[in-house]
């Protein structure tokens, strides 16, 4: 994951060179930009011409974006408003109270995601100097008391919203949610998970395959509805399937794109022991399985929409995943970077297909 950073012309901005390939560039007036494989835009002012005030919050706003991953936390919104739909029942339940209900698990682990994201670059300055120059510590754009006071404004005001809103699931997921993401990262005894592979892949799995499922999911059934808690098909197809997902997400994401800084670093990850064609196998089976195993599950559906939607939805996604997949250069980072962005998209795209499996 190496950008690079562009921009020149007439709004006082001049090139400047980082280490992450570029995939397109596109006119901004007489201004050229390009956006790098997260569609991060970088701008610099040149030195010798002031910065407009426009400029200068683009800058803000970009450090921000790449500080805060930001591809990450709309993937949390719309897994988190997804779940949400899935304890009703009728049109009728889409009432002003449901909206509310659902913005108050939307919100809380929007920020939670920030936190920990932030959190994550505070303790890996060093390593992401080598896997992620771009990102504003590593480059210098963010001093560490800057990302300080964001990480820790997002993660109070994370659990705050948990402690305000009066729902016990909701809290319980955030809680589980602020202390993964904190074990992830932190290097204290007994944690900083993310050097071990399993406990990583369990970090993922516990935030984005069971807290997210479990927590928002009753949260609206008990706390929103006010009905009896059931586990209806949908919720444990969604739990199981996106707990599958997310621990590929983990070991693709901690690993294959990060061998070098780890191996610098002493990160005994699955790469680093077993190298990156093994455990993007790996990955690739077990994703091929998941879709496999949804299609089925789909065609026990007792709704032919249902049953259609689902078969060919998740045919056409691992249709998708393969043919990617084939195509892949391994030792290419910006081919690696590009495929990982690829299963976010997969991932936020399945958010859809669970309301067809019942």
Known sequence: MNPYAWLDGSLGLKAISVHKPTRHRKQLGKTYGATTLEHELILQPKDDEKATPQSDLWRKWDAFYRFCRLYSVVGTIIGVSSVSL????SVRDLSPAFFVGSLKAVIPLAFGNIYVAGINQLVDVDVDKVNKPYLPLAS????????TAIVSAFGFMCLAMGVMFQSPPLFIGILVYFF???????????LRWKTNPYLAALCMVGASGLTIQLSVFYHVQKYVLSRPIVFTKSLGFSVIFFSLFAAVLAMFKSDIPDVDGDQEFGNRTFSVRHGKKKVFTLCITLLLVA???AAIIGASS???LNKLVSVIGHCTLASFLWLRANSLNLNDNASVQSFYMFLWKLFNAEYVLIHFVH
């Open 291 to 293: 879709y496999g195993s």
């Open 86 to 89: 899935l304890p009703l029942t």
């Open 140 to 147: 210098g754009e963010y001093s560490m008391g800057q990302a």
């Open 180 to 190: 993964l993401g904190t074990a992830y990262s932190i290097d204290l005894p007994l």
């Open 302 to 304: 007792s709704i032919l």
